[in-house]
RNA sequence: CGGGGUGUAGCUCAGCUUGGCAGAGCGCUUGUUUUGGGAACAAGAGGCCGCAGGUUCAAAUCCUGUCACCCCGACCA
Protein backbone atom coordinates (compact mmCIF):
# COMPACT_ATOMS: atom_id res chain seq x y z
CA UNK A 1 0.00 0.00 0.00
CA UNK A 2 1.25 3.33 -1.19
CA UNK A 3 1.98 5.49 2.16
CA UNK A 4 -0.22 8.62 2.35
CA UNK A 5 0.51 11.98 1.50
CA UNK A 6 -0.23 13.22 5.17
CA UNK A 7 -0.26 10.82 8.66
CA UNK A 8 -3.82 12.88 9.01
CA UNK A 9 -6.84 12.41 6.82
CA UNK A 10 -8.86 14.64 6.33
CA UNK A 11 -6.06 17.43 6.35
CA UNK A 12 -7.14 21.09 7.76
CA UNK A 13 -7.73 22.15 4.32
CA UNK A 14 -10.33 19.26 3.55
CA UNK A 15 -12.49 19.57 7.09
CA UNK A 16 -10.69 20.84 10.05
CA UNK A 17 -12.95 20.01 12.48
CA UNK A 18 -12.34 16.33 11.67
CA UNK A 19 -9.36 16.86 11.37
CA UNK A 20 -8.65 18.18 14.92
CA UNK A 21 -10.29 14.59 15.81
CA UNK A 22 -8.54 12.55 14.10
CA UNK A 23 -4.99 14.57 15.66
CA UNK A 24 -6.20 13.96 18.62
CA UNK A 25 -6.89 9.69 17.92
CA UNK A 26 -3.41 9.91 16.39
CA UNK A 27 -1.17 11.14 18.73
CA UNK A 28 -3.24 9.31 21.65
CA UNK A 29 -4.56 12.09 23.46
CA UNK A 30 -7.58 11.01 24.45
CA UNK A 31 -10.78 9.36 23.76
CA UNK A 32 -14.77 9.93 24.30
CA UNK A 33 -15.89 7.49 27.45
CA UNK A 34 -19.11 5.62 27.86
CA UNK A 35 -20.10 8.71 29.84
CA UNK A 36 -21.52 11.15 27.35
CA UNK A 37 -19.59 14.33 27.15
CA UNK A 38 -16.74 13.12 29.20
CA UNK A 39 -13.16 12.00 28.37
CA UNK A 40 -10.30 9.37 29.36
CA UNK A 41 -7.27 11.38 28.98
CA UNK A 42 -4.55 9.47 27.87
CA UNK A 43 -0.97 9.55 29.05
CA UNK A 44 0.54 11.39 26.64
CA UNK A 45 -2.19 14.01 26.69
CA UNK A 46 -2.13 14.01 30.83
CA UNK A 47 1.60 14.73 30.31
CA UNK A 48 0.86 18.19 28.43
CA UNK A 49 -1.71 18.75 31.59
CA UNK A 50 1.12 17.99 33.81
CA UNK A 51 3.26 19.74 32.46
CA UNK A 52 0.99 22.65 31.99
CA UNK A 53 0.01 22.14 35.87
CA UNK A 54 3.71 22.68 36.95
CA UNK A 55 4.32 25.11 34.91
CA UNK A 56 1.46 27.52 35.74
CA UNK A 57 1.37 26.34 39.46
CA UNK A 58 4.86 27.47 39.87
CA UNK A 59 3.89 31.04 38.71
CA UNK A 60 1.18 31.06 41.01
CA UNK A 61 3.25 30.19 43.97
CA UNK A 62 5.70 32.42 43.15
CA UNK A 63 3.04 35.42 43.08
CA UNK A 64 1.85 34.36 46.84
CA UNK A 65 -0.48 31.83 46.13
CA UNK A 66 -1.58 28.62 47.94
CA UNK A 67 -3.27 25.52 46.59
CA UNK A 68 -6.31 24.24 48.83
CA UNK A 69 -8.87 21.91 48.20
CA UNK A 70 -12.74 22.33 48.31
CA UNK A 71 -15.20 19.89 48.23
CA UNK A 72 -16.82 19.04 44.39
CA UNK A 73 -20.00 18.98 45.84
CA UNK A 74 -21.99 22.57 46.58
CA UNK A 75 -25.50 22.82 48.26
CA UNK A 76 -28.24 23.77 45.80
CA UNK A 77 -28.58 26.88 48.72
CA UNK A 78 -25.12 28.37 47.68
CA UNK A 79 -25.63 28.49 44.26
CA UNK A 80 -29.13 30.52 45.13
CA UNK A 81 -27.05 33.52 46.52
CA UNK A 82 -25.63 35.09 43.65
CA UNK A 83 -28.60 36.36 40.90
CA UNK A 84 -26.48 36.96 37.82
CA UNK A 85 -24.19 33.53 38.86
CA UNK A 86 -27.50 31.33 39.39
CA UNK A 87 -28.86 32.67 36.08
CA UNK A 88 -25.12 31.96 34.34
CA UNK A 89 -24.63 28.12 35.71
CA UNK A 90 -27.95 26.98 36.68
CA UNK A 91 -28.92 25.67 32.99
CA UNK A 92 -26.11 23.57 32.73
CA UNK A 93 -25.64 21.52 36.40
CA UNK A 94 -25.34 18.19 37.06
CA UNK A 95 -27.65 17.09 40.72
CA UNK A 96 -27.07 14.84 43.10
CA UNK A 97 -30.47 14.03 44.84
CA UNK A 98 -29.78 10.68 46.35
CA UNK A 99 -27.24 9.02 48.28
CA UNK A 100 -27.92 5.16 48.21
CA UNK A 101 -28.69 2.52 45.37
CA UNK A 102 -31.11 -0.01 46.65
CA UNK A 103 -32.08 -3.43 44.27
CA UNK A 104 -35.80 -3.25 43.55
CA UNK A 105 -38.16 -5.89 42.50
CA UNK A 106 -36.36 -7.17 39.28
CA UNK A 107 -33.45 -6.39 41.00
CA UNK A 108 -31.74 -3.52 38.96
CA UNK A 109 -30.51 -0.48 41.24
CA UNK A 110 -32.82 2.07 42.37
CA UNK A 111 -31.70 5.87 43.66
CA UNK A 112 -32.57 5.75 46.96
CA UNK A 113 -32.06 7.62 50.75
CA UNK A 114 -33.14 11.27 48.89
CA UNK A 115 -31.21 13.69 50.37
CA UNK A 116 -32.86 16.92 52.23
CA UNK A 117 -31.41 19.16 50.38
CA UNK A 118 -29.85 18.55 46.59
CA UNK A 119 -26.17 19.06 45.92
CA UNK A 120 -25.08 19.84 43.16
CA UNK A 121 -21.75 19.19 41.26
CA UNK A 122 -19.49 22.45 41.10
CA UNK A 123 -19.13 24.05 37.88
CA UNK A 124 -16.88 26.53 39.81
CA UNK A 125 -16.50 27.12 43.25
CA UNK A 126 -17.08 30.90 43.59
CA UNK A 127 -19.82 29.61 45.97
CA UNK A 128 -18.39 27.32 48.41
CA UNK A 129 -15.25 28.79 48.28
CA UNK A 130 -16.68 32.47 48.99
CA UNK A 131 -18.51 30.31 52.03
CA UNK A 132 -15.45 29.28 53.58
CA UNK A 133 -13.80 32.81 53.29
CA UNK A 134 -16.26 34.08 55.09
CA UNK A 135 -15.06 32.19 58.00
CA UNK A 136 -11.21 32.56 57.45
CA UNK A 137 -11.74 36.60 56.65
CA UNK A 138 -12.15 38.41 59.84
CA UNK A 139 -9.67 41.41 60.15
CA UNK A 140 -7.89 43.12 57.45
CA UNK A 141 -4.91 41.63 58.66
CA UNK A 142 -6.35 38.74 57.46
CA UNK A 143 -5.99 40.08 53.98
CA UNK A 144 -4.88 39.02 50.63
CA UNK A 145 -6.51 35.91 50.89
CA UNK A 146 -4.20 34.01 48.01
CA UNK A 147 -6.01 30.41 46.90
CA UNK A 148 -5.82 28.25 44.30
CA UNK A 149 -7.28 24.85 43.84
CA UNK A 150 -6.90 22.00 41.14
CA UNK A 151 -9.93 20.55 40.83
CA UNK A 152 -12.72 19.03 38.00
CA UNK A 153 -15.39 20.50 37.27
CA UNK A 154 -18.81 19.80 35.59
CA UNK A 155 -20.86 21.65 33.21
CA UNK A 156 -24.14 19.62 31.07
CA UNK A 157 -23.11 21.31 27.56
CA UNK A 158 -25.33 19.96 24.98
CA UNK A 159 -22.81 19.73 22.13
CA UNK A 160 -19.14 18.27 23.05
CA UNK A 161 -15.87 18.25 21.57
CA UNK A 162 -12.63 16.51 22.74
CA UNK A 163 -10.36 19.06 25.22
CA UNK A 164 -12.47 22.02 23.99
CA UNK A 165 -15.57 21.81 25.73
CA UNK A 166 -16.40 18.44 27.58
CA UNK A 167 -19.32 17.77 30.47
CA UNK A 168 -16.07 17.33 32.86
CA UNK A 169 -13.31 18.84 32.54
CA UNK A 170 -9.55 19.47 34.75
CA UNK A 171 -8.94 23.22 35.57
CA UNK A 172 -7.50 25.59 38.12
CA UNK A 173 -9.23 28.44 39.66
CA UNK A 174 -7.49 30.67 41.61
CA UNK A 175 -9.56 32.44 44.42
CA UNK A 176 -8.50 35.87 45.73
CA UNK A 177 -10.04 38.57 48.61
CA UNK A 178 -8.66 41.54 49.07
CA UNK A 179 -8.95 45.05 51.13
CA UNK A 180 -9.36 47.69 48.69
CA UNK A 181 -10.65 47.60 45.18
CA UNK A 182 -7.18 48.24 43.70
CA UNK A 183 -5.25 45.59 45.20
CA UNK A 184 -8.40 43.49 43.72
CA UNK A 185 -7.63 44.92 39.72
CA UNK A 186 -4.60 44.46 40.07
CA UNK A 187 -4.29 40.91 40.97
CA UNK A 188 -7.56 40.65 38.32
CA UNK A 189 -4.52 41.84 35.87
CA UNK A 190 -1.53 40.43 37.39
CA UNK A 191 -3.31 37.20 36.64
CA UNK A 192 -4.27 37.76 33.21
CA UNK A 193 -0.57 38.84 32.58
CA UNK A 194 0.86 35.07 33.90
CA UNK A 195 -1.82 33.35 31.57
CA UNK A 196 -0.03 35.62 28.72
CA UNK A 197 3.08 34.45 29.51
CA UNK A 198 2.58 31.22 29.96
CA UNK A 199 0.92 30.85 26.73
CA UNK A 200 3.32 33.32 24.72
CA UNK A 201 6.13 31.58 26.31
CA UNK A 202 5.50 28.37 27.44
CA UNK A 203 2.86 27.25 24.61
CA UNK A 204 4.23 29.18 22.09
CA UNK A 205 0.70 30.66 21.84
CA UNK A 206 0.56 34.54 21.05
CA UNK A 207 -2.64 35.83 22.53
CA UNK A 208 -4.26 38.93 22.96
CA UNK A 209 -5.59 39.89 26.03
CA UNK A 210 -8.50 42.40 26.75
CA UNK A 211 -11.72 42.70 28.79
CA UNK A 212 -15.05 41.02 27.99
CA UNK A 213 -18.22 42.81 27.02
CA UNK A 214 -20.98 42.67 29.43
CA UNK A 215 -23.00 39.94 27.38
CA UNK A 216 -19.23 37.64 27.30
CA UNK A 217 -18.63 38.29 31.43
CA UNK A 218 -18.81 35.81 33.82
CA UNK A 219 -21.96 35.40 35.26
CA UNK A 220 -21.98 37.85 38.68
CA UNK A 221 -18.20 39.38 37.38
CA UNK A 222 -18.11 43.04 37.91
CA UNK A 223 -15.18 42.91 34.31
CA UNK A 224 -14.11 39.51 32.86
CA UNK A 225 -10.39 39.87 31.51
CA UNK A 226 -9.68 36.70 29.07
CA UNK A 227 -6.80 35.90 26.51
CA UNK A 228 -7.63 35.29 22.97
CA UNK A 229 -5.65 32.58 20.56
CA UNK A 230 -5.85 32.71 16.90
CA UNK A 231 -6.65 29.01 15.67
CA UNK A 232 -5.61 27.96 12.25
CA UNK A 233 -8.49 27.57 10.75
CA UNK A 234 -9.44 31.39 11.98
CA UNK A 235 -11.23 31.08 14.40
CA UNK A 236 -10.87 32.57 18.25
CA UNK A 237 -10.42 30.83 21.31
CA UNK A 238 -10.64 32.13 24.71
CA UNK A 239 -8.13 30.36 26.69
CA UNK A 240 -7.79 31.40 29.72
CA UNK A 241 -10.14 34.26 31.92
CA UNK A 242 -9.46 36.28 34.64
CA UNK A 243 -12.56 38.17 36.72
CA UNK A 244 -12.59 41.11 38.97
CA UNK A 245 -15.63 40.16 41.01
CA UNK A 246 -15.88 43.12 42.92
CA UNK A 247 -17.91 43.21 45.94
CA UNK A 248 -20.60 41.13 44.30
CA UNK A 249 -20.19 37.27 45.56
CA UNK A 250 -19.18 39.31 49.06
CA UNK A 251 -22.52 40.99 49.81
CA UNK A 252 -23.92 38.18 48.67
CA UNK A 253 -21.80 35.33 51.21
CA UNK A 254 -21.33 37.92 53.64
CA UNK A 255 -17.44 37.91 52.94
CA UNK A 256 -16.38 40.78 55.40
CA UNK A 257 -13.49 42.01 57.72
CA UNK A 258 -12.94 44.85 60.10
CA UNK A 259 -10.66 47.95 58.63
CA UNK A 260 -8.01 49.37 60.56
CA UNK A 261 -10.14 52.57 61.18
CA UNK A 262 -13.14 49.53 62.87
CA UNK A 263 -15.27 49.73 60.16
CA UNK A 264 -16.65 46.72 58.74
CA UNK A 265 -16.03 46.12 54.94
CA UNK A 266 -16.84 44.13 51.94
CA UNK A 267 -14.02 42.20 50.80
CA UNK A 268 -12.87 42.39 47.14
CA UNK A 269 -12.80 39.14 45.33
CA UNK A 270 -11.20 38.03 42.39
CA UNK A 271 -11.38 34.26 40.25
CA UNK A 272 -9.12 33.30 37.17
CA UNK A 273 -8.97 30.03 35.29
CA UNK A 274 -7.61 28.17 32.69
CA UNK A 275 -8.34 24.13 31.87
CA UNK A 276 -7.54 21.42 29.69
CA UNK A 277 -9.27 23.29 26.64
CA UNK A 278 -5.31 24.82 26.77
CA UNK A 279 -4.64 21.38 25.07
CA UNK A 280 -7.36 22.01 22.47
CA UNK A 281 -5.54 25.38 21.70
CA UNK A 282 -1.97 23.70 21.31
CA UNK A 283 -3.16 20.91 19.02
CA UNK A 284 -5.22 23.73 16.66
CA UNK A 285 -1.97 26.50 16.98
CA UNK A 286 0.89 24.49 16.27
CA UNK A 287 -0.48 21.09 14.70
CA UNK A 288 -0.11 20.00 10.82
CA UNK A 289 -1.45 17.24 8.49
CA UNK A 290 1.05 15.04 10.38
CA UNK A 291 -0.40 15.25 13.32
CA UNK A 292 0.66 17.19 16.44
CA UNK A 293 3.54 19.41 16.83
CA UNK A 294 4.27 20.07 20.56
CA UNK A 295 6.83 22.98 21.84
CA UNK A 296 9.38 21.96 23.80
CA UNK A 297 8.86 23.85 26.75
CA UNK A 298 5.69 21.46 27.22
CA UNK A 299 6.15 18.13 25.90
CA UNK A 300 6.25 15.33 27.87
CA UNK A 301 9.17 13.71 26.22
CA UNK A 302 11.46 16.32 24.25
CA UNK A 303 13.68 13.19 22.54
CA UNK A 304 12.91 9.92 21.37
CA UNK A 305 15.69 7.46 19.95
CA UNK A 306 15.22 5.06 17.59
CA UNK A 307 17.75 2.40 18.08
CA UNK A 308 17.98 0.69 14.39
CA UNK A 309 19.42 -2.79 15.34
CA UNK A 310 18.30 -4.78 12.50
CA UNK A 311 21.40 -5.62 10.51
CA UNK A 312 23.39 -4.51 13.18
CA UNK A 313 26.65 -7.65 14.40
CA UNK A 314 26.05 -6.55 17.97
CA UNK A 315 22.33 -5.24 18.89
CA UNK A 316 23.23 -4.62 22.59
CA UNK A 317 25.90 -2.28 21.56
CA UNK A 318 23.82 0.01 19.58
CA UNK A 319 21.36 -0.31 22.32
CA UNK A 320 24.07 0.29 25.28
CA UNK A 321 25.15 3.43 23.41
CA UNK A 322 21.23 4.69 23.38
CA UNK A 323 21.30 4.64 26.78
CA UNK A 324 24.51 5.88 27.18
CA UNK A 325 23.26 8.86 25.39
CA UNK A 326 19.86 9.04 27.22
CA UNK A 327 21.40 9.12 30.52
CA UNK A 328 23.79 11.83 29.65
CA UNK A 329 20.72 13.82 27.59
CA UNK A 330 18.70 13.07 31.04
CA UNK A 331 20.84 15.47 33.03
CA UNK A 332 20.88 18.12 30.78
CA UNK A 333 18.32 21.48 32.21
CA UNK A 334 15.48 22.46 29.83
CA UNK A 335 13.74 25.54 31.14
CA UNK A 336 13.20 24.03 35.35
CA UNK A 337 13.22 20.20 33.90
CA UNK A 338 15.40 17.78 32.86
CA UNK A 339 15.72 16.71 29.36
CA UNK A 340 13.10 13.85 28.83
CA UNK A 341 14.21 11.09 26.13
CA UNK A 342 12.25 7.97 25.43
CA UNK A 343 14.07 4.84 23.87
CA UNK A 344 11.62 3.24 21.43
CA UNK A 345 12.69 -0.62 21.16
CA UNK A 346 9.53 -1.91 20.70
CA UNK A 347 9.83 -4.77 17.99
CA UNK A 348 7.82 -3.13 14.99
CA UNK A 349 8.81 -1.81 11.57
CA UNK A 350 10.89 1.40 11.59
CA UNK A 351 8.85 3.44 9.18
CA UNK A 352 5.42 2.52 11.59
CA UNK A 353 7.53 3.65 14.44
CA UNK A 354 8.78 6.46 13.11
CA UNK A 355 5.15 8.03 12.00
CA UNK A 356 3.33 7.54 15.26
CA UNK A 357 6.06 9.65 16.60
CA UNK A 358 5.74 11.99 14.16
CA UNK A 359 2.08 12.11 14.99
CA UNK A 360 2.60 12.25 18.94
CA UNK A 361 4.59 15.75 17.69
CA UNK A 362 7.76 14.94 19.74
CA UNK A 363 10.17 17.83 19.22
CA UNK A 364 13.33 15.58 18.11
CA UNK A 365 13.11 12.05 17.09
CA UNK A 366 17.23 10.31 16.82
CA UNK A 367 18.08 7.58 14.60
CA UNK A 368 20.72 5.26 16.08
CA UNK A 369 22.67 2.48 14.06
CA UNK A 370 25.57 0.97 13.54
CA UNK A 371 26.82 4.27 10.74
CA UNK A 372 26.25 6.44 13.14
CA UNK A 373 27.62 4.41 16.50
CA UNK A 374 30.88 3.91 14.58
CA UNK A 375 31.08 7.45 13.81
CA UNK A 376 29.68 8.24 17.35
CA UNK A 377 27.37 10.78 16.14
CA UNK A 378 23.41 10.58 15.97
CA UNK A 379 21.00 11.34 12.99
CA UNK A 380 18.10 13.70 13.96
CA UNK A 381 15.11 14.75 12.69
CA UNK A 382 13.35 17.46 13.76
CA UNK A 383 9.34 18.21 14.25
CA UNK A 384 9.67 21.54 13.03
CA UNK A 385 10.58 20.88 9.73
CA UNK A 386 10.05 18.33 7.02
CA UNK A 387 10.64 14.57 7.53
CA UNK A 388 13.22 14.35 4.87
CA UNK A 389 15.47 17.07 6.35
CA UNK A 390 17.17 14.20 8.48
CA UNK A 391 20.76 15.15 9.21
CA UNK A 392 23.95 13.53 10.90
CA UNK A 393 25.28 15.24 13.98
CA UNK A 394 28.16 14.12 16.41
CA UNK A 395 26.97 13.04 19.41
CA UNK A 396 28.79 15.51 21.76
CA UNK A 397 27.55 18.34 19.46
CA UNK A 398 24.17 17.14 19.85
CA UNK A 399 24.44 16.99 23.35
CA UNK A 400 26.03 20.38 23.84
CA UNK A 401 23.46 22.04 21.57
CA UNK A 402 20.09 19.92 21.83
CA UNK A 403 18.46 22.84 24.71
CA UNK A 404 19.67 25.66 22.10
CA UNK A 405 18.20 23.16 19.89
CA UNK A 406 14.90 22.77 21.34
CA UNK A 407 14.56 26.63 22.45
CA UNK A 408 14.90 27.00 18.59
CA UNK A 409 12.02 24.60 17.76
CA UNK A 410 10.33 26.30 20.41
CA UNK A 411 10.91 30.17 18.85
CA UNK A 412 9.55 28.73 15.71
CA UNK A 413 6.83 27.54 16.66
CA UNK A 414 6.11 30.81 18.56
CA UNK A 415 7.24 32.80 15.14
CA UNK A 416 4.99 30.83 13.17
CA UNK A 417 1.76 31.01 14.82
CA UNK A 418 2.64 34.93 15.19
CA UNK A 419 2.91 35.00 11.41
CA UNK A 420 -0.33 33.04 10.89
CA UNK A 421 -2.44 35.15 13.23
CA UNK A 422 -1.19 38.60 11.99
CA UNK A 423 -2.11 37.32 8.75
CA UNK A 424 -5.60 36.21 10.00
CA UNK A 425 -6.00 39.72 10.88
CA UNK A 426 -6.77 42.94 9.77
CA UNK A 427 -8.47 46.10 10.76
CA UNK A 428 -12.06 47.39 9.18
CA UNK A 429 -13.45 50.71 8.90
CA UNK A 430 -17.02 50.11 7.60
CA UNK A 431 -20.18 48.67 8.51
CA UNK A 432 -20.10 47.48 5.16
CA UNK A 433 -16.45 46.35 4.99
CA UNK A 434 -17.21 44.55 8.15
CA UNK A 435 -19.99 42.01 6.87
CA UNK A 436 -18.47 41.59 3.42
CA UNK A 437 -15.29 40.38 5.10
CA UNK A 438 -17.61 38.08 7.66
CA UNK A 439 -20.27 36.63 5.45
CA UNK A 440 -19.55 33.16 3.58
CA UNK A 441 -15.75 32.09 4.49
CA UNK A 442 -14.42 35.37 6.32
CA UNK A 443 -12.38 34.43 9.37
CA UNK A 444 -9.63 35.88 11.35
CA UNK A 445 -9.43 38.49 14.09
CA UNK A 446 -10.45 42.17 12.96
CA UNK A 447 -9.86 45.68 14.60
CA UNK A 448 -13.00 47.67 14.21
CA UNK A 449 -14.24 50.88 15.99
CA UNK A 450 -17.63 50.24 18.59
CA UNK A 451 -19.19 52.07 20.41
CA UNK A 452 -20.36 49.95 22.99
CA UNK A 453 -24.16 49.28 22.45
CA UNK A 454 -24.79 45.68 23.31
CA UNK A 455 -27.91 45.73 20.97
CA UNK A 456 -25.41 46.15 18.43
CA UNK A 457 -23.18 43.34 19.33
CA UNK A 458 -26.60 41.00 19.65
CA UNK A 459 -27.12 41.91 16.26
CA UNK A 460 -24.25 41.44 14.72
CA UNK A 461 -23.62 37.62 16.40
CA UNK A 462 -27.42 37.28 14.55
CA UNK A 463 -26.16 38.20 11.43
CA UNK A 464 -22.51 36.77 11.52
CA UNK A 465 -21.86 34.60 13.92
CA UNK A 466 -19.13 37.13 15.10
CA UNK A 467 -18.65 38.09 18.91
CA UNK A 468 -16.76 40.82 20.59
CA UNK A 469 -13.27 38.81 21.24
CA UNK A 470 -12.45 41.43 23.83
CA UNK A 471 -11.76 45.28 24.45
CA UNK A 472 -7.66 45.10 23.95
CA UNK A 473 -5.44 46.13 27.06
CA UNK A 474 -2.57 47.46 24.88
CA UNK A 475 -1.89 49.53 21.80
CA UNK A 476 -5.33 50.11 20.69
CA UNK A 477 -6.08 53.61 22.32
CA UNK A 478 -7.36 55.95 18.91
CA UNK A 479 -10.21 58.26 19.05
CA UNK A 480 -12.42 57.24 16.47
CA UNK A 481 -16.43 56.59 14.89
CA UNK A 482 -18.08 53.15 15.62
CA UNK A 483 -18.66 51.49 12.18
CA UNK A 484 -21.77 49.97 13.23
CA UNK A 485 -24.21 53.49 14.50
CA UNK A 486 -21.48 56.31 14.04
CA UNK A 487 -21.25 57.28 17.50
CA UNK A 488 -17.58 57.90 18.84
CA UNK A 489 -15.70 55.15 19.76
CA UNK A 490 -12.61 55.94 22.23
CA UNK A 491 -10.94 52.40 20.54
CA UNK A 492 -10.80 50.09 18.10
CA UNK A 493 -11.83 46.73 19.41
CA UNK A 494 -11.57 42.79 18.13
CA UNK A 495 -13.61 40.64 16.77
CA UNK A 496 -14.41 37.06 15.56
CA UNK A 497 -15.98 34.01 14.73
CA UNK A 498 -15.17 31.67 17.86
CA UNK A 499 -14.98 28.21 19.80
C1' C B 1 -33.12 21.43 23.09
C1' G B 2 -34.36 21.93 17.15
C1' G B 3 -32.65 20.04 12.04
C1' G B 4 -29.57 16.32 9.49
C1' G B 5 -26.46 11.88 9.62
C1' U B 6 -24.31 7.32 11.66
C1' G B 7 -24.33 2.86 15.05
C1' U B 8 -22.32 -4.54 11.97
C1' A B 9 -14.87 -7.73 14.44
C1' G B 10 -9.87 -3.50 17.81
C1' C B 11 -10.40 0.39 13.39
C1' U B 12 -12.76 1.92 8.51
C1' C B 13 -16.88 0.13 6.34
C1' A B 14 -20.07 -3.34 2.79
C1' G B 15 -24.57 -6.13 3.42
C1' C B 16 -30.59 -3.53 4.67
C1' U B 17 -34.15 -1.21 -0.96
C1' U B 18 -36.43 -7.04 -2.18
C1' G B 19 -36.15 -10.96 5.44
C1' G B 20 -33.18 -17.03 4.47
C1' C B 21 -25.36 -19.74 7.12
C1' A B 22 -22.11 -12.87 9.63
C1' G B 23 -18.71 -10.29 5.31
C1' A B 24 -14.20 -7.25 3.30
C1' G B 25 -9.85 -4.26 4.02
C1' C B 26 -6.67 -2.66 7.76
C1' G B 27 -5.01 -4.01 12.63
C1' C B 28 -3.94 -8.31 16.05
C1' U B 29 -1.48 -13.56 17.00
C1' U B 30 2.15 -17.34 15.10
C1' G B 31 5.89 -18.57 11.48
C1' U B 32 9.23 -17.38 7.37
C1' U B 33 11.53 -13.68 4.47
C1' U B 34 12.38 -8.55 5.25
C1' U B 35 13.87 -3.73 7.53
C1' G B 36 18.20 3.68 7.74
C1' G B 37 10.81 6.85 6.47
C1' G B 38 4.00 3.82 6.58
C1' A B 39 7.09 -4.43 4.17
C1' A B 40 5.63 -9.48 1.70
C1' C B 41 3.74 -14.36 2.02
C1' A B 42 1.27 -18.24 4.79
C1' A B 43 -1.71 -19.96 8.73
C1' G B 44 -4.94 -18.30 12.78
C1' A B 45 -7.92 -15.63 16.59
C1' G B 46 -11.81 -12.25 16.81
C1' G B 47 -18.98 -10.16 16.25
C1' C B 48 -25.66 -10.80 21.32
C1' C B 49 -25.16 -6.52 13.77
C1' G B 50 -25.99 0.02 19.85
C1' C B 51 -30.07 -1.47 23.35
C1' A B 52 -35.39 -2.92 24.35
C1' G B 53 -39.90 -4.42 22.46
C1' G B 54 -42.94 -6.00 18.15
C1' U B 55 -44.20 -8.48 13.18
C1' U B 56 -42.66 -13.34 11.01
C1' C B 57 -41.64 -20.34 10.20
C1' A B 58 -37.32 -17.06 9.98
C1' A B 59 -34.89 -10.24 11.44
C1' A B 60 -28.37 -7.01 10.76
C1' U B 61 -32.47 -6.32 7.12
C1' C B 62 -39.43 -4.59 8.31
C1' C B 63 -42.18 -1.65 12.53
C1' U B 64 -42.12 1.07 17.42
C1' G B 65 -39.37 2.99 21.24
C1' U B 66 -34.77 4.21 23.36
C1' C B 67 -29.46 5.34 23.95
C1' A B 68 -24.83 7.02 22.09
C1' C B 69 -21.70 9.52 18.71
C1' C B 70 -20.83 13.05 14.50
C1' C B 71 -22.29 17.62 11.64
C1' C B 72 -25.28 22.32 11.57
C1' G B 73 -27.97 25.76 14.92
C1' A B 74 -29.14 27.88 20.14
C1' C B 75 -25.56 27.93 24.88
C1' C B 76 -20.70 27.87 26.94
C1' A B 77 -13.96 27.74 29.59
Known sequence: MAAP??????????????????????ADLAETSPVRGCMVIKPWGYGLWENIQQNLDARFKATGHKNAYFPLFIPLSFMQREADHVEGFAKECAVVTHHRLEPDAD?????????????????????????????????????????NQWANVVRWEMRTRLFLRTAEFLWQEGHTAHATEQEAVDETLQMLDIYKEFAENTMAMPVITGAKSEGERFPGAVETYSIEAMMQDGKALQSGTSHFLGQNFSRAQDITFQNDNKEVEFAWTTSWGVSTRLIGALIMSHADD??????????????????????????DAILNYCHKLAADLGVLNYHGRNVTVEIDNRDIRGGEKTWGWVKKGIPIRLEVGP?????????????DKGHKEKQGVPREEFITTVTDILD?????????????????????????????????????????????DPAVEDEIKGDLKVTLRCIPLHGHDEEGTCIFTGKPSKQRVLWAKSY
Open 371 to 383: RDMESDSVFMARR
Open 107 to 147: GQLQPAGELEEPLIVRPTSETIIGEMFSKWIESYRDLPLLI
Open 5 to 26: KTAIVPTRSEDYAQWYQEVIKA
Open 408 to 452: EIQQGLFDRAVARRNEATQTIDSKEDFYKHFEGDGSGFVYAHFCG
Open 290 to 315: DGLVLPPRLAPSHIVIIPITFKADDP
